[in-house]
């Protein structure tokens, strides 16, 4: 039961049973007795009438609590009903939103799962390039061991020679030679090419480069600091004197005073981009060097512009003597038609003749023979002499310009 509710039930009993006692004392229905006890229980029902009263203010107060919190309660669910509408309104408002909602979430959920599966992609793509890392790094090794040697530097060297020279589209023993002998200067020597160009002109190709040095420093990272990095720019600089040397020793041997109308200079032909770049990048002034010993320094893009200039000066030099060929023709077959047009001029001054005479036979054969004929003709009319016809055409005159230019210089009346 309410607490509440009982208490209010209390009140009301209690002061059912002090007016009933008040109404008894007051109506003397209660028999006489002893007036003290009488006194005492007058002043305890005096106490139990103020007591009621007090319970009974009490009571009103509590009522007009109840009353207040009934008010309050009624507000709180009327605004609990305004306020489960108003989110009812929002949600309805917010159901697209939600709706978007949920297909962002399953597309981030798609794009995580893209990105977990692209995740593992990448992850065997690392992988595999530090797989492929790892084995490159042992072949550079490999190389590097390999290339100490000076005969697998030259090797190495003439055969990235020959592929660039093809890839230029030159022909050996046509457009180039490899290994040729000749007497210069110095004395006797081998450049490892010589390119020919148009006009019997050459020039010579050396493949041999020292780079011992670059390849202990390529082992050392660009990044190195400390002891690393000045042990890597010592080597450096031990590969620059190197190359210094290897342009004094070109320069010495003078190439080009064994060769047959060739410029003044030796191409030194640097297998690889990198050696001529970090050369440069320790010594900008080497090139400079290399210009003043006659000595030109060609990395493998350089000389490829190079050669690829040659294989079209060919081209263009057969064009040419293919255009000189066909002009020589073309006069030759001038003159010949010339030739050809007085042997035709003659030929139609003979016919023209020929007309005449024929005309001049027909003549006199109608004129001087015919009538006589005739005449016989009386004895035997089976035979009947035909007419025979005069040649009116006129032969056709030579109109081109040339020819008729060509006769008039031939013709002696001219």
């Given amino acids: 039961m309410d607490p509440i509710l009982a208490l209010v039930l209390g009140l009301l009993i209690g002061m059912v049973l002090g007016?009933?006692?008040?109404?008894?004392?007051?109506?003397?229905?209660?028999?006489?007795?002893?007036?003290r006890p009488m006194a005492e229980l007058q002043a305890r029902s005096a106490a139990a009438e103020a007591t009621i009263a007090g319970l009974h203010e009490q009571l009103e107060l509590q009522v007009g609590r109840i009353g207040e919190f009934?008010?309050?309660?009624?507000?709180?669910?009327?605004?609990?009903?305004?306020?489960?509408?108003?989110?009812?309104?929002?949600?309805?408002?917010?159901?697209?939103?939600?709706?978007?909602?949920?297909?962002?979430?399953?597309?981030?959920?798609?794009?995580?799962?893209?990105?977990?599966?692209?995740?593992?992609?990448?992850?065997?793509?690392?992988?595999?390039?530090?797989?492929?890392?790892?084995?490159?790094?042992?072949?550079?090794?490999?190389?590097?061991?390999a290339l100490r040697s000076n005969s697998t530097r030259g090797v190495w060297g003439e055969t990235q020679l020959r592929r660039v020279v093809e890839a230029a589209g030159l022909i050996e023993r046509v457009d180039f030679d490899v290994q040729t002998s000749i007497v210069g200067s110095s004395g006797a020597g081998r450049p490892d090419m010589v390119v020919h160009l148009p006009g019997g002109k050459n020039i010579a190709v050396d493949a041999k480069v020292p780079f011992d040095a670059y390849l202990e420093a390529s082992s050392i990272p660009a990044t190195a600091a400390g002891a690393d990095?000045?042990?890597?720019?010592?080597?450096?600089?031990?590969?620059?004197?190197?190359?210094?040397?290897?342009?004094?020793?070109?320069?010495?041997?003078?190439?080009?005073?064994g060769?047959?109308?060739?410029?003044?200079?030796?191409?030194?032909?640097?297998?690889?981009?990198?050696?001529?770049?970090?050369?440069?990048?320790?010594?900008p002034s080497i090139m400079e060097f290399a210009f003043s010993r006659k000595v030109a320094l060609a990395s493998p893009v350089t000389l490829w512009s190079v050669l690829k200039t040659v294989a079209y000066s060919w081209q263009q030099d057969v064009l040419t003597h293919d255009a000189k060929v066909l002009f020589d023709l073309s006069r030759e077959l001038y003159t010949r038609l010339a030739t050809t047009a007085t042997h035709a001029e003659k030929l139609g001054r003979s016919i023209e003749r020929s007309v005449r005479d024929y005309n001049s036979f027909v003549g006199s054969l109608e004129r001087q023979v015919f009538p006589t004929a005739r005449k016989l003709n009386a004895l035997d009319?089976?035979?009947?002499?035909?007419?025979?016809?005069?040649?009116?055409?006129?032969?056709?005159?030579?109109?081109?310009?040339?020819?008729?230019?060509?006769?008039?210089k031939n013709d002696p009346a001219a």
């Fill in 259 to 283: 060769l047959e109308a060739s410029p003044e200079l030796v191409i030194a032909f640097i297998p690889s981009e990198s050696l001529v770049s970090s050369a440069l990048e320790a010594d």
């Fill in 70 to 145: 009934q008010q309050r309660i009624r507000e709180m669910s009327e605004a609990e009903a305004e306020r489960v509408s108003s989110d009812g309104r929002v949600l309805v408002a917010l159901s697209p939103v939600a709706e978007s909602l949920r297909l962002v979430q399953r597309k981030v959920s798609e794009l995580e799962e893209q990105r977990q599966k692209q995740h593992g992609e990448l992850s065997e793509q690392l992988r595999s390039a530090t797989e492929s890392e790892e084995r490159l790094r042992s072949t550079a090794e490999s190389l590097a061991s």
């Fill in 19 to 35: 007016g009933a006692i008040g109404w008894m004392l007051r109506s003397g229905r209660i028999p006489q007795v002893d007036p």
């Fill in 381 to 408: 009319e089976s035979t009947v002499l035909g007419v025979l016809p005069t040649i009116e055409e006129q032969r056709r005159e030579l109109s081109s310009f040339e020819l008729v230019a060509e006769l008039e």
């Fill in 229 to 257: 990095g000045a042990e890597r720019d010592r080597l450096m600089k031990r590969h620059v004197k190197a190359v210094r040397d290897h342009i004094t020793t070109l320069s010495n041997k003078g190439y080009w005073t």
